[in-house]
Each structure stands twice: as structure tokens, then as C-alpha cells.
């Protein structure tokens, strides 16, 4: 998925739980993060390694589940992958999904598409329609104003 898409989720996952969205939104954000500018540069030959990588993510999660925002971390970052697997799927290339699980494994035909070409192949795409219906369950989440954060009285207070 798109990356505004992956902080969408992530912050209206936030609203609606008692989780910090701002962290949420941190590990959503991490995946796209570290592997673009790792495919930019050229020192991947694919944009989705290290930081979509399930091993990475199960390997430091120890660490993060330690600290109260690491939890949160890795609820964002897993929601990354989650919807990326889910994307791939959709968009009939289930095998594209293998990358999740780098370095142990790899896409038999990924895209390797930088940031720019991939939006051009995307868009259209059955995900890509997918991701423009929640754009806008999230715009009618705001119009209907968005209830009361769990835990918090009307007024907004913690209870
Ligand atoms: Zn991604």
C-alpha cells in the first residue's frame, strides 16, 4: 500500500483504541522508511528487505515489548506488513508476499519498482481501489466527528 495510507490506518487505529497514535504511526512508518532510501541508493536491488521483513520485526520485538511505546511500535510496523501482504493478494501477486519474509526468502518476480514507477503501476490497481475506500471511511469517520478516544469522558478528560 501507499505510505500516507499505512499512517492513515495506523492514526485512525489510534483514535479508536487507548493506543498512542503518534507511535502507531512511528511503526506504520518504519517499513517504507528504512527500505526506499535503501532502493534509492542502490544499496538494495528491491524496495521491500530489512525494515518489511517479519524476522526483523519478530527479532526486535522482544526489545520493544519491553518499553510501553515499543508495543506500540510494533503494532504500527505490523500493521505495515499486514496490509502490505494484503495488497499483494489483492492485487494477484500472493508470491510478492515471500519478501516479508527477507532474507530467508524472496519474491520469485518482484516489481522492483522505485517510489515513483510503482505509483504509476499501482494506481488503478484493485488495492489501489481498496485504499481509496478507506481514504474515505476515514473522511466520513471525520465528517461524522469521531467518537470519544476509549476512556475518555465527554468533555475528553481520562477517565
Ligand atoms: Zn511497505
Known sequence: MLFPTH?????????????????????????DVVDKPLGLIGVMDIYQTVGHSVLLLGVLTPFLLSRRRGRMVVVGWGSHLALDALHMVVNGRPADALSLAWPLATAPDPLGLPPGSFLEFYVGSPSFV???????????????GLPPRPGTDVTGEQG
Not at 130 to 144: K, Q
Request: net charge positive; glycine share 8%; aromatic share 8%.
Open 7 to 31: 499512517l492513515l490506518v495506523a492514526a485512525v487505529a489510534g483514535r479508536a483504541s487507548r493506543l498512542s497514535t503518534l507511535w502507531l504511526v512511528v511503526g506504520a512508518a518504519v517499513p
Open 130 to 144: 481498496l485504499e481509496l475506500l478507506l481514504w474515505l471511511f476515514a473522511g466520513l469517520l471525520l465528517r461524522r
